[in-house]
């Protein structure tokens, strides 16, 4: 019961309020047991090896993670009912000169991976982008299978 | 029987010609009941707040909305066999200095909430592009689910 | 059996050898017959029309696709178990001037049609980046259907 939400204290992590939408769109949205989690963009703000360094940008990655998961859980009730995490894209606002924008995204594939365990390694996709709204250093989106007994 | 297509013409918009795609790949693509919709960029060209504004770049988010919509018709037979809205991905080839994207990508989802209701609420990904193909200022692609009983 | 690697040797090309993860994701995620294929970038590096003259970038493209399926090979242990591509994602790394993303990406999916036929043909978003990791000229990502039969 609330399994996830249990290690995360252990972890020493808290989810944070879910952030309503900025604009005209859902925090997530279900078709069967797939659940398309909109993007989030890190509360750090500025471009990634220009004014934030690569490790502030992997920890804004981890705590982006924590948003999309804190507005998982306010749509579907309880994150234990996520069976699988299939997809993560991430965008890093970085200078030309940034290349290592995988190392970056692990900021937020390792957090899911110490929740979910092996169910949580996914697909990925870690790139650059010369501006992300706001400003932000991150922004991540995702696709996860959510239990079919809960869904049908 | 072509609801949607009426609700158009009730808010004085005319669905597009089908525009073919300019390269090798399909204006859809079929799994199921899950429907994935090709990237299509906005008739409008250049860099949103540079050479565009705010105001237009929205405008021109919904026209290629209706650009997706017209060949998604084209490839289903009917835009009311859409049941739900996925996803819906928007790229804005932007300034270094903007950072509105959802503000912008609005055009678009406020389109399809006026089409399809709840049901055209959508989880989605706003985001910064340094240059988009041929130089447009909007690019949007989408996930839609279909209705079953057409596809079994 | 092994009809796909059967047309590439066909076609004079070879699977390379399936290139671990750089960093914290897997190759392949699968979700009932959906299988999510994580991004991979090319080996060619460098600026496309600024470094990297539009052929080269194609032959990039197709070259990225290649690592793809040796990824996806290695995780599903034959890619004749692929029934359809469904949607492609290609990210070009290009100079503000460079307006013709589709064509460099038709590399790939060019390379998708000549294996797999009518089911190869795939929806698809072809973009600009501003930098992609490593540096490369080409990134990609793919969403495909895998045969029900062999996944149930």
């Known amino acids: 019961m609330n399994r996830i939400e249990a290690l995360l204290t252990d972890m020493g992590l808290v989810l ?3 952030k309503p939408p900025v604009a005209n769109y859902l925090g997530t949205k279900r078709s069967g047991n797939l659940l398309f989690v909109s993007a989030r963009v890190s509360e750090q703000r500025g471009k990634v090896s220009a004014e934030v360094n690569q490790e502030q940008a992997k920890l804004a990655a981890r705590d982006a993670m ?6 998982t859980k306010a749509d579907i009730g309880n994150l234990d009912k996520i069976t699988s995490i299939l997809k993560v894209q991430g965008f890093v606002n970085s ?3 940034f290349k290592a924008h995988p190392q970056v995204i692990d900021g937020a594939s390792e957090l899911l991976i110490a929740l979910y365990g092996e169910s949580g390694r996914h697909a990925r996709t870690a790139t650059g982008a010369a501006q ?3 400003g932000a250093s991150i922004q991540l989106d995702m696709v996860v299978e959510l239990s079919l007994s809960d869904y049908g």
């Open 132 to 134: 992300l709204p706001y």
């Open 16 to 18: 944070p309020s879910p």
């Open 66 to 71: 924590l948003d999309l998961l804190a507005i």
């Open 95 to 97: 200078a030309e000169s």
